[in-house]
Nanobody
Framework: QVQLVESGGGLVQAGGSLRLSCAAS????????MRWYRQAPGKQRDLVAT???????NYVDSVKGRFTISRDNAKNMVFLQMNSLKPEDTAVYYC???????????????WGQGTQVTVSS
């Protein structure tokens, strides 16, 4: 069974930094794009950053220059380094991956359970 587990969330003051990690485990053949989403209270879940299997990254405008997405393909992990955090970055952050489990045909999108990030002013 494939699982994505996030870690690294917490409470930080505005201007501070956090590094989120997400590990994919289970019987996995290949992982393609990996992403970070976030959902603030009462709002929809929004895409924050994407990284392809080759390392090409894209960001939503509101985090460009402050957040960096990276991945370790050998460890099936994706990271989100968040600097210069603002109160409006407060949300539950979810990782997401397109992958093919072993003995399965096709690509399926998996989600982690989320990790809370709270930025105080």
């Amino acid at each position: 069974q494939v699982q994505l587990v996030e870690s690294g969330g917490g409470l930080v003051q505005a201007g501070g930094s956090l590094r989120l990690s997400c590990a994919a485990s289970g019987s996995i053949l290949s992982i393609y794009s990996m992403r970070w989403y976030r959902q603030a209270p009462g709002k929809q879940r929004d895409l924050v950053a994407t990284i392809t299997s080759r390392g090409t990254a894209n960001y939503v405008d509101s985090v460009k220059g402050r957040f960096t997405i990276s991945r370790d393909n050998a460890k099936n992990m994706v990271f989100l380094q968040m600097n210069s955090l603002k109160p409006e970055d407060t949300a539950v952050y979810y990782c997401n991956a397109d992958l093919t489990p072993r003995l399965v045909i096709g690509v399926t999108t998996y989600w982690g359970q989320g990790t809370q990030v709270t930025v105080s002013s």
